[in-house]
């Protein structure tokens, strides 16, 4: 990878391989038909559309195929939009594979999963270790490559784990400003908090909402799955509840799909912890795509908000 689609600014001319993340077909004013497709590359996505499109590019161009593609980043609607000159399906003689347009976890999977055992050990109420070492163990393959959403936020490979990781080392501080939280606690909420979007999700290239995940939702699935491993685990003392309404109100608002508020010290905790490392994760990535004296691009996520780098960081 060269630069990276991340890195491209209004009126760059676009000369390389790339990913296509999802290809949806339209109809336009003239009665043709035509591909709304989402690109992407280890440095983030943009939107481009194949005009007049035959049968057989809808067959070609689909989630998961590499094209080799020229063109410009021209600007739609306040959005860039990569205006497609020409575009070719990849072959094996381009030397080029999926992983290469995914991108992945600023920390190696090894070192986050070590870090997520060492919080597990410190755990000392035996009811909350076991419930959450059984829960991690259970859902670990998915744990150790899924991203934490579909867009917005650790939307990368192992970006679940370096969420739940960089959450904990908050809780730790937090826990060291505030000693009357139970630690125990809050790490078994970080930790289970978001565990059921490997059942949510689709998986870590193309990343969709599965058939439960639209249903049900993550927070429900996870709840359910706590009481199971209670169960399970012969495990009926009241840190099952209040766990289980950490999960339910990690979300803090109704509005923010969460069913019940915050009810509890650490519930309401968890929920801050959560927000600060989302809302950081899309800001530093964001940041990182300007230069000293620019603005980001509007972030929806974060009321639609463009943000300025300061020039003396350049310093």
Known sequence: MKKGIGHYHIGDAFDDFILIKSSARGVASNGKPFLTLILRDATGEIEAKLWEITKE????????????????????????????????????????????????????????????????????????????????????????????????HHEYVSGLLHHIVSMLSLAKELHTLYPETNKDLLYAGVILHDLGKVKELSGVVTTSYTLEGKLLGHIPMMVEEIGNMAKELQIDGEEVLILQHLILSHHGKAEWGSPKPPLIREAELLHLIDLVDARMNMLNRALDKVKPGEFTDRLFALDNRSFYKPLFEDN
């Open 57 to 152: 590019d809808e067959e070609v161009f689909i989630p998961e195929q590499i094209v080799r593609l020229t063109g410009e980043v021209n600007q739609f609607r306040g959005k860039p939009q990569l205006k497609i000159f020409s575009i070719r399906p990849s072959n094996a003689s381009d030397g080029v594979q999926v992983e290469d347009f995914v991108a992945k976890a600023p920390v190696e999977k090894e070192v986050l999963m070590e870090k997520l055992t060492e919080a597990i050990f410190e755990m000392q109420n035996p009811s909350l270790q076991r419930m959450v070492r059984a829960l991690v163990k259970k859902y670990q393959e998915g744990l150790l490559t899924y991203p934490a959403a579909t867009k917005n």
